[in-house]
């Protein structure tokens, strides 16, 4: 059992109102965590800190954030400081998203869009948590990659550009930041979130091919099968596993899962 082994710890998760951020925040807080939500839609993560204080007794604060700008980020960091009094063990960075479009037809500004939200988001809000977790001699970064970048899938160029670059990221800040106490790692998952439920409805044929390549035989759920993987990465037992890439697919990542989104010539 895992319970209450973060009680005292506090965390920041970005994109925690919904999907796989959700989960990560849920798990967190079934663990005894303290969190603040953030994302775009304030309603969202206000409802969502709602829902973790009344059900796993911990306190939960929501802010509404445009990861894309920059001034936004650093003061999310530093209100999550505040309303956490004064400490920040934990952050997720794991707002994203991504678009399909073949590759020859991205422009410029798709890309910088791209690594505006995947990439400069979470190198942001690291360096801005970074003065705080030296200080305590304590931080756990977890960083949300995907199997798209890992995989090579087809018209997603600019996402898998984006989060190919937050390993890398990560696995620097990893060895640059170990000597302080601060873990970093990457969790590429594969978990249904709103947006794949919906598009697996009106696509069934494409969500039953690729769960013939996944060969735990099933979809991920956000907070039973990502979120004990972000606590345990959080906890004192994380403190000797850093600069990983950790696959919570089902095993989908050991020969790939064909992934082939319509597109627009």
Same mark, same amino acid.
């Given at each position: 059992?895992?319970?209450?082994?973060?009680? /005292?710890?506090?965390?920041?998760?970005?994109?925690?109102?919904?999907?796989?951020?959700?989960?990560?925040?849920?798990?967190?807080?079934?663990?005894?965590?303290?969190?603040?939500?953030?994302?775009?839609?304030?309603?969202?993560?206000?409802?969502?800190?709602?829902?973790?204080?009344?059900?796993?007794?911990?306190?939960?604060?929501?802010?509404?954030?445009?990861?894309?700008?920059?001034?936004?980020?650093?003061?999310?960091?530093?209100?999550?400081?505040?309303?956490? /009094? /004064?400490?920040?063990?934990?952050?997720?960075?794991?707002?994203?998203?991504?678009?399909?479009?073949?590759?020859?037809?991205?422009?410029?500004?798709?890309?910088?869009?791209?690594?505006?939200?995947?990439?400069?988001?979470?190198?942001?809000?690291?360096?801005?948590?970074?003065?705080?977790?030296?200080?305590?001699?304590?931080?756990?970064?977890?960083?949300?990659?995907?199997?798209?970048?890992?995989?090579?899938?087809?018209?997603?160029?600019?996402?898998?550009?984006?989060?190919?670059?937050?390993?890398?990221?990560?696995?620097?800040?990893?060895?640059?930041?170990?000597?302080?106490?601060?873990?970093?790692?990457?969790?590429?998952?594969?978990?249904?979130?709103?947006?794949?439920?919906?598009?697996?409805?009106?696509?069934?044929?494409?969500?039953?091919?690729?769960?013939?390549?996944?060969?735990?035989?099933?979809?991920?759920?956000?907070?039973?099968?990502?979120?004990?993987?972000?606590?345990?990465?959080?906890?004192?037992?994380?403190?000797?596993?850093?600069?990983?890439?950790?696959?919570?697919?089902?095993?989908?990542?050991?020969?790939?899962?064909?992934?082939?989104?319509?597109?627009?010539?």
């Amino acid at each position: 059992m895992m319970e209450k082994i973060l009680a /005292g710890r506090t965390a920041l998760v970005t994109g925690g109102g919904q999907g796989v951020g959700q989960g990560i925040a849920r798990a967190l807080a079934g663990a005894g965590a303290d969190i603040v939500v953030a994302q775009r839609r304030g309603e969202e993560a206000e409802r969502e800190a709602e829902w973790l204080r009344a059900n796993h007794d911990v306190k939960a604060f929501a802010q509404p954030v445009d990861v894309t700008d920059a001034a936004a980020v650093d003061r999310m960091v530093a209100t999550a400081v505040e309303q956490l /009094g /004064g400490r920040l063990d934990i952050l997720v960075n794991n707002a994203g998203g991504s678009f399909p479009k073949r590759f020859e037809n991205h422009t410029d500004a798709d890309m910088a869009g791209a690594f505006d939200l995947n990439y400069w988001s979470a190198f942001r809000a690291m360096r801005a948590a970074f003065p705080v977790m030296k200080a305590q001699g304590y931080g756990r970064i977890i960083n949300l990659g995907s199997l798209n970048g890992v995989n090579a899938h087809m018209f997603t160029v600019a996402y898998n550009a984006s989060k190919e670059a937050v390993r890398a990221l990560t696995r620097t800040a990893a060895v640059e930041w170990g000597p302080h106490g601060i873990t970093c790692n990457i969790i590429c998952p594969s978990a249904t979130s709103p947006q794949a439920k919906d598009y697996f409805a009106a696509n069934p044929e494409m969500a039953q091919a690729i769960l013939q390549q996944v060969p735990v035989g099933r979809f991920g759920d956000a907070t039973r099968d990502v979120g004990p993987v972000a606590v345990f990465l959080a906890s004192e037992g994380g403190g000797y596993t850093t600069g990983n890439s950790f696959f919570v697919d089902g095993g989908g990542h050991i020969n790939g899962v064909a992934w082939r989104p319509e597109v627009e010539d």
